[in-house]
């Protein structure tokens, strides 16, 4: 199954705003060169679905803007593996999953009342870099089947 890269973001620090960025260089073992788990042993990107950010927005009746919920790459066609050690690909990087993404503390902050809630279930996941590369908006996901 392939998916496709809508949105990238990237924050330099703790509680810092991300910012939008077409193309980021992933760096195997240490992650996103210019995010603040650049450097991190497992926390290297984060990804999450359009679809699970819809299914949100309809449960808090507002739309929800991807760059605010702190993940790092957004992309859409395809449901994300969860289980540890899981693979996909995007381009020429190899991916591994580490663990679900737990919903940003400060989703409430920045969505409004009821965002970590209506996020519980639809935080993404965490992967680790197993290659390194660029990434860019539209480039496919190939997904396990």
């Known amino acids: 199954m392939t998916a496709t890269v809508v949105s990238i973001h990237v924050a330099k620090g703790r509680r810092l705003p991300t910012r939008s960025v077409e193309t980021v260089e992933a760096e195997a073992g240490a992650g996103l060169v210019g995010d603040r788990y650049h450097g991190s042993r497992h926390r290297h990107v984060t990804i999450q679905t359009t679809e699970a950010l819809e299914a949100a927005a309809a449960d808090l009746g507002r739309p929800v803007d991807p760059g605010l919920t702190r993940r790092n790459l957004t992309v859409t066609g395809g449901e994300l593996p969860t289980r540890p050690g899981e693979r996909v690909s995007i381009g020429e990087v190899e991916l591994e999953v580490v663990r679900i993404a737990a919903p940003c503390r400060l989703l409430d902050d920045e969505l409004g009342p009821g965002a970590a809630r209506a996020l519980h ?25």
């Open 121 to 145: 279930a639809r935080g993404g996941t965490v992967f680790r870099l197993l290659t390194s590369g660029t990434i860019s908006v539209g480039d496919g996901v190939t997904l396990p089947s």
